[in-house]
């Protein structure tokens, strides 16, 4: 079972002959794009930040960027990757931005609710706060495989890194993970998230 | 099935399809995994944008919807870089003279030289493919410079022994100067290059792309210094490719800080 022989969420060679007629200018394939593109783009900053409204934001940016340099885009290469490297240069300039911001704001602590829990699915963690414990570098994997649907040799892009150390990272966060999982109480005290790892965003 | 194993199942595994058997009797057995499988598969939970949101970003990119050129192949941009490492070169040697590589011995010439375009190609590939988003590297950009800063420093220390030198600092000066006057042109063209991509990291490819324009004056100077001295290429010759890098990775990051400052300035208006 090769994890990179995963086919993607969208077949890529349609992808591919979409990205060449919006080089050429064809309003329709910005609009296939766009809608095709967005949702996956969407969770890949909401599952990483829990703002609708600044995924939304971002996304926004994301596609301003991407219009500014799709030239860049060469026929016949995967589409994702070159989407998402774009889309997580976007995430990393926001996190500046708000890190800015923040450090002249004074915060006001506000107590998570607890969730109504119905069955075994309500009484794990959400996958956000799950990979909340996960260090930047390991959750930005695990979101991009769970959430995004990118495969190993997709993220190892992105990433700007190799598929073995891509393989590596989500390896430990799985490792992590069960360890976790394996220690949740039955009682909803939201353990996971009650000292989570550090927000930063890796480059 | 151990849970390493169950690790690329779970990676490639999507809420709405079924575990392969193997897998499934793993899961059964195995708590950790089995709650790792049921806590992923509420990870696709059909977050989507608003649909006027999307109408709006469609909008904006049809008004100014322009035909594009695309970015030139891999190949053409490797073949450019060859040709001005090539062109730097040959007319340092020219202008000034082959008493280095008359100096080297054969297996020192060998050994030296493919190191340096073995440094230069894996450089010259790592800046290409970071001119386009979503490259596959199949070493490192961050670490590749830093490995091939190191690899020389091996080669230079096993190739070359220390020698007694009367002049180490002006004559180190002299060369150094030398190696700077072939990098820095260089170093320009390629930035001349780098201009048509997309940089997403200016650090990375800025550090990359000065330790290639080093490389060239190192090079000019490997063909031109007769001096054999140990330290004196370590210092001097070597120091060439260090300041290169560095030169670049500060002008990467200047370029960063400027963008950084153009989008805080367009958010606040």
Known sequence: MQLEARPSAFPDADLEHLMARYQQADPAAVAALVERLSPQLYRFFAGQLGSKADAEDMLQDTWLRIHRVRHTYRAGHPVLPWVHTIARRVRVDNYRKRYRISSREMGVDVLPECPVHNGE?????????????????????????????????????????????????????????????????????????????????TQ | MTCREMDTVIGSH??????????????????????????????????????????????????????????????????????????????????????????????????????????????????????????????????????????????????????????????????????????????FLFSLLLSGGAIMYPKLIGAAAGGLAGLIGLSVLEVQCPNLNEYHILVWHWGVILLCSIGGLSLGAAVEYTRRRGSHRNSRI
């Not at chain 1, 993220?155 to 360890?179: D, F, M, P």
């Not at chain 2, 008004?63 to 040959?90: D, G, H, Q």
């Not at chain 2, 230069?120 to 091939?148: D, N």
């Open chain 1, 121 to 201: 699915t309500n009484l794990l963690p959400s996958f956000e706060e799950l990979v909340a414990v996960l260090p930047e570098s390991q959750r930005e994997v695990v979101t991009m495989l769970k959430v995004d649907g990118l495969s190993l040799e997709e993220i190892a892009r992105v990433t700007s890194s190799t598929t073995g150390a891509v393989r590596q990272k989500a390896h430990r966060a799985y490792e992590r993970l069960r360890n976790l999982l394996e220690g949740v109480p039955k009682c909803p005290e939201r353990t996971l998230t009650a000292q989570p790892a550090p927000q930063g965003v």
């Open chain 2, 14 to 187: 999507s809420g709405d399809s079924t575990l392969p058997p193997e897998a499934a009797r793993h899961v059964a057995e195995c708590e950790g995994c089995r709650l790792l499988v049921i806590a992923f598969d509420t990870a696709n939970n059909g977050l989507v944008p608003s649909a006027g949101r999307l109408k709006q970003i469609q909008t904006a990119m049809v008004e100014s919807l322009r035909p594009v050129r695309p970015l030139a192949s891999s190949r053409v941009y490797l073949l450019a870089f060859t040709l001005i490492s090539l062109a730097v070169v040959v007319l340092g040697s020219f202008l000034l003279g082959m008493s280095g590589w008359d100096a080297l011995s054969k297996v020192q010439r060998t050994i030296v030289f493919t190191a340096l375009t073995a440094s230069a190609i894996l450089l010259a590939v790592s800046v290409v493919r970071q001119m386009a988003p979503g490259g596959k590297h199949s070493l490192s950009p961050r670490l590749l410079p830093i490995g091939i800063l190191a690899l020389l420093i091996v080669v230079i220390a096993a190739v070359f022994r220390v020698r007694h030198e009367s002049a180490f600092v002006p004559d180190g000066l002299a060369c150094l100067r030398t190696g700077l006057t072939y990098s820095i042109p260089a170093a």
